[in-house]
């Protein structure tokens, strides 16, 4: 197993990480979970893109560590818990890594800046971005370690104090600028990527195939209840509700607290409605779920097909920027529901078409609209100013009616502990 003591060496493993990610196409960014003493439990690399095609929106290096920690924990071997943990990246969060982190309370140091999506975009260390909740949490676990230097990557050290296993406490100059410039190199071409989906004009009704169709079967397979619901265009009604009662209870079953999101495409036709999986994962929420089993499944469909056969697919099955995704419960200012709303960011990554402003409903709100665009209106500029992400609760009211009301779920629950130490 490989010690890091010093912050400087932890952080150039997280670079080879994020050069490993950019060889492969994706987003240049790497991590390394340690333990209370510096050794490396895990390092991973981001993989939103495998192959030229987008694998996994959330598959940021974060958020796959976070889920590494739980699933191997839920297996039962020891590992510290969160608090005695340390996830060095090279890049700041985004704002859905960052509610993973805060969620699963884990210490982070951060090397790179990203003035785009990063929980310190703006280089204050105030995490006025986060929910007002969050932000003392924030300042107690993130970590910016001093870069000495005179060129632009330079900076004093900022926020919480580093664990005391780090005997070396700074970052060289030139490993700044490789985290910062790996992954500059590679987001403008990834961003790119993950706009090449044709315009809606162009997209075809996956209700028109026939029922013994691959696209058709492989969708089935992954959701039985695929294309058995249909409604108005981005106009979920009450006939979506016994869908989501039964991911709910799923939901209920895994370890959540009855959560459930469902994706609409732009004809109205329900393509996946998923639970979320928390007793897997603390971080393993139904959006979660529901936007990793999509992508995966338009991967999985599109691998070594040739361009032609690849733009069926995504006409069939569209990018999701184009439907509607319909949360049973509507975002709160918890740090999962901060998460969520990263990864939405994340799944949409560009601006939403002109023509479909309202692709994240909600039906039971959690949180007034003030409070939901307050939140919103403070994201980092990606969220805020590009994708301009914008809850806004079901127009009919016989859906919200058919849900159980939210007096009778358990709302504050603590997130469930995975597999108690042995
Ligand atoms: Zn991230």
């Known amino acids: 197993m490989k010690k890091t003591i010093d912050v400087q060496a932890a952080v150039a493993l997280a670079a080879n990480e994020a050069i490993a990610a950019r060889t492969q196409g994706s987003f240049g960014v790497g991590g390394v979970l340690l333990d209370q003493h510096g050794n490396v439990l895990k390092s991973l690399q981001n993989n939103v893109v495998r192959e030229g095609l ?187 509700a016994p869908y989501l009662r039964a991911a709910m209870e799923r939901d209920r079953r895994q370890g959540g607290e009855g959560d459930a999101v469902a994706l609409l495409d732009s004809f109205g036709n329900l393509l996946l409605c998923s639970p979320g999986r928390r007793a897997l994962s603390a971080i393993c929420t139904a959006f979660m779920e529901c936007t990793r089993q999509y992508a995966q499944l338009r991967y999985t469909l599109m691998q070594g097909l040739d361009a032609a056969a690849q733009a069926e697919v995504r006409q069939y099955l569209a990018h999701p920027r184009d439907g509607t995704f319909v949360f049973a419960r509507g975002p709160d200012a918890s740090a999962q529901s901060y998460m969520n709303l990263g990864a939405y960011g994340s799944t949409m990554e560009g601006p939403l078409p002109a023509d479909n402003p309202a692709q994240f409903q909600y039906v039971t709100a959690a949180l007034d609209d003030a409070g939901l665009a307050a939140i919103c209106a403070h994201m980092p500029p990606l969220y805020r100013d590009v994708i301009r992400i914008r809850p806004r609760q079901v127009a009919d009211s016989a859906l919200v009616a058919a849900l159980p009301a939210p007096e009778s779920q358990p709302t504050m629950q603590p997130t469930p502990q995975p597999t108690t130490l042995p």
Not at 94 to 119: E, K, P, Q, Y
Not at 168 to 181: M, P, V
Not at 204 to 214: F, G, I, N, R, T
Not at 215 to 225: A, F
């Open 54 to 240: 987008i694998f996994d929106p959330t598959a940021h290096g974060e958020r796959q560590l976070i889920d590494w920690y739980f699933a191997e924990r839920a297996k039962g071997r020891a590992l510290p818990p969160p608090e005695e943990v340390t996830l060095v990246t090279s890049l700041d969060p985004c704002a859905m890594c960052t509610g993973a982190i805060l969620s699963a309370g884990f210490n982070v140091v951060v090397a790179a800046r990203d003035a785009n999506a990063g929980i310190n975009y703006d280089a204050s260390f105030s995490f006025a971005c986060l929910p007002a909740g969050l932000r003392s949490q924030a300042e107690a676990s993130f970590f910016y370690p001093a870069v000495k230097g005179a060129s632009q990557f330079a900076r004093d050290s900022a926020g919480a104090a580093p664990k005391s296993f780090f005997i070396g406490k700074t970052i060289a100059e030139a490993t700044q600028a490789l985290c910062s410039l790996v992954f500059e190199a590679t987001s403008e071409k990834v961003q790119a990527l993950l706009t090449s989906d044709p315009p809606r004009a162009q997209l075809k009704d996956p209700a028109q195939l026939a029922p013994d169709h691959p696209l058709v079967r492989q969708l089935k397979t992954l959701y039985p209840d695929a294309l058995a619901y249909r409604c108005a265009p981005h106009r979920p009604d009450a006939g979506l």
